[in-house]
C-alpha cells in the first residue's frame, strides 16, 4: 500500500495572537486556590475590575467551604486521578468479600472491567445500607 503524500501547501499564518479560551470565573479561582492557597487572591490579579470582583467572591466561597467540599470540587472539575485504577484494584485487594461485592456493584461499568475475574451476580439485598455508602465513600477517595 502506497504511503500519502504529505501537504504542500503552505500554512497561512494568523493575523494576531490567538484570543485565550474563555474559562468559567468559579474555574479559575478554583484554579487559584489549587495552585496557591495564601496567594490565590494574588493569582487572580491582571484580571479585568469585574472578573476580578466576581473571581474573588468565588475564592471567599471556596475557602468558607469545608475540606472535603473543596477537595470534592477540585475532583469534579478538573477528573479523575492518574493512579485511580492502581488504588481501586488495592482496595478491592483489601476489601473483605462482602465490602468487594458492593464495590463491584458501585464501579462504573468502565472501571468494573479492572476486574474481570470478580463475580457478577444480583446485588444482595441483605447488605447493610451503611456498607453502600462507604463502598461509594471510598470508591470516590481512590478515584479522585
Given at each position: 500500500?502506497?504511503?500519502?503524500?504529505?501537504?504542500?501547501?503552505?500554512?497561512?499564518?494568523?493575523?494576531?495572537?490567538?484570543?485565550?479560551l474563555?474559562?468559567?470565573?468559579?474555574?479559575?479561582?478554583?484554579?487559584?486556590?489549587?495552585?496557591?492557597?495564601?496567594?490565590?487572591?494574588?493569582?487572580?490579579?491582571?484580571?479585568?475590575?469585574?472578573?476580578?470582583?466576581?473571581?474573588?467572591?468565588?475564592?471567599?466561597?471556596?475557602a468558607?467551604?469545608?475540606?472535603?467540599?473543596?477537595?470534592a470540587?477540585?475532583?469534579?472539575?478538573?477528573?479523575?486521578?492518574?493512579?485511580?485504577?492502581?488504588?481501586?484494584?488495592?482496595?478491592?485487594?483489601?476489601?473483605?468479600?462482602?465490602?468487594?461485592?458492593?464495590?463491584?456493584?458501585?464501579?462504573?461499568?468502565?472501571?468494573?472491567?479492572?476486574?474481570?475475574?470478580?463475580?457478577?451476580?444480583?446485588?444482595?439485598?441483605?447488605?447493610?445500607?451503611?456498607?453502600?455508602?462507604?463502598?461509594?465513600?471510598?470508591?470516590?477517595?481512590?478515584?479522585?
Amino acid at each position: 500500500m502506497a504511503r500519502a503524500e504529505a501537504p504542500t501547501e503552505e500554512v497561512p499564518l494568523l493575523a494576531g495572537p490567538v484570543p485565550p479560551l474563555p474559562m468559567p470565573l468559579e474555574r479559575l479561582a478554583l484554579v487559584a486556590w489549587v495552585l496557591g492557597r495564601e496567594r490565590a487572591e494574588e493569582l487572580l490579579f491582571g484580571l479585568e475590575a469585574g472578573a476580578a470582583a466576581s473571581a474573588s467572591e468565588h475564592l471567599r466561597r471556596l475557602a468558607s467551604l469545608p475540606s472535603a467540599q473543596r477537595q470534592a470540587k477540585v475532583s469534579v472539575e478538573f477528573g479523575e486521578r492518574p493512579d485511580a485504577a492502581a488504588r481501586l484494584r488495592q482496595l478491592m485487594g483489601e476489601a473483605s468479600p462482602l465490602l468487594r461485592g458492593e464495590l463491584l456493584r458501585r464501579l462504573p461499568p468502565y472501571h468494573r472491567t479492572l476486574f474481570p475475574s470478580e463475580p457478577r451476580g444480583a446485588p444482595r439485598q441483605d447488605v447493610p445500607h451503611a456498607l453502600s455508602l462507604l463502598a461509594e465513600r471510598l470508591i470516590r477517595e481512590a478515584t479522585r
